[in-house]
């Protein structure tokens, strides 16, 4: 099992910024790549941005340029600057770790990141 626990959310006007954290435990081994998804209401579950071990980052559309995701192996931790935040940016966002030989994905509770002025 892999727990995930985000952190850093919370409301930010327009053209500002957020960073979001993600520490990891457990079955760590396992991991192939983590990231971030993100869920407005009413609407789908979307990716926003995934790193894999060792490998190059990839974003939506939407965030390329305004987004950053990193990952500290040593802590277990992922994070995601959110810079330029707009209003569509508002939602739930969610830590997401996959595994590639297990078939497995672990989601964290999610933290609300809210822009409004």
């Known amino acids: 099992q892999v727990q995930l626990v985000e952190s850093g959310g919370g409301l930010v006007q327009p053209g500002g910024s957020l960073r979001l954290s993600c520490a990891a435990s457990?079955?760590?081994?396992?991991?192939?790549?983590m990231g971030w998804y993100r869920q407005a209401p009413g609407k789908e579950r979307d990716m926003v941005a995934t790193?894999?071990?060792?490998?190059?980052?990839n974003y939506a559309d939407s965030v390329k340029g305004r987004f950053t995701i990193s990952r500290d192996n040593t802590k277990n931790t992922v994070y995601l600057q959110m810079n330029s935040l707009k209003y569509e940016d508002t939602a739930v966002y969610y830590c997401?770790?996959?595994?590639?030989?297990?078939?497995?994905?672990?989601w964290g509770q999610g933290t609300q990141v809210a822009v409004s002025s």
């Open positions: 457990g079955s760590m081994f396992m991991i192939d790549k």
């Open positions: 997401y770790a996959f595994s590639r030989t297990y078939s497995r994905v672990f």
């Open positions: 790193i894999a071990s060792g490998g190059s980052p």
